[in-house]
């Protein structure tokens, strides 16, 4: 497992992927995406730092079971009010998004528009720098709009971090973040709740 791990991020980064995106891409944390690409098979490896890798090609390879747990995820959400907007955070939180601004439309009778969010570590190749992401002008605004902020993996929050901050520099009101699966085991960032379908525990 490993090995292939460490096989696709370095074909990810010879296709001009940042760190960031390899990370989003092998749903792991930006540290473990950093030491995958600098492994050389013929030199003394250092130690991978302690990360868990996930998979959901099984749901997001098929449409129906994408649109099932979109559906489990809008259902979480409502706990916190009814949304306005969805922000997908792009790239994996993306269809999510999508589906879940169409299924809580239906749910709640109210339009509910889709935003999506391009983090800072897609933007630049300097992982290190302080700046946010931003909020794509092609989709739903968020200004003045109560939003439910989506994403398919936190590993350690500072992207749902950088949308909040996004979110409410607009004038708009984070509800919640939703996810698929949560490797931070936060329960809030920046007092938003955060609410995921499985919770990943170290023991």
Request: hydrophobic share 40%; net charge negative.
């Amino acid at each position: 497992m490993k090995e292939k791990l460490i096989q696709k991020a370095q074909e990810l980064r010879q296709h001009g992927f940042t760190t960031g995106e390899i990370a989003d891409e092998l749903n792991v944390s930006m540290d473990t995406a950093r030491w995958l690409t600098l492994q050389k098979p013929a030199e003394e490896k250092p130690e991978a730092p302690t990360d868990f890798a996930i998979n959901w090609k099984s749901i997001g390879g098929n449409s129906a079971r994408l649109r099932y747990v979109s559906s489990a995820l809008s259902d979480m959400t409502l706990a916190y009010g009814e949304a306005e907007v969805v922000c997908g955070i792009a790239v994996s939180g993306i269809p999510f998004a999508t589906m879940m601004a169409d299924i809580l439309e239906d749910m709640t009778g109210f339009e509910t528009s889709l935003a999506i969010f391009h983090p800072q570590k897609h933007r630049k190749a300097d992982d290190e720098t302080d700046d946010e992401g931003t909020i794509s002008t092609n989709f739903g605004t968020v200004e003045g709009k109560k939003v439910v902020i989506v994403d398919d993996v936190t590993t350690s929050g500072k992207t749902a971090k950088e949308v909040i901050h996004t979110v409410r520099d607009l004038g708009g009101e984070p509800l919640c973040v939703a996810v698929l699966i949560d490797k931070a085991g936060l329960s809030e960032i920046e007092g938003v709740p955060i609410e995921s379908l499985i919770k990943v525990s170290r023991i």
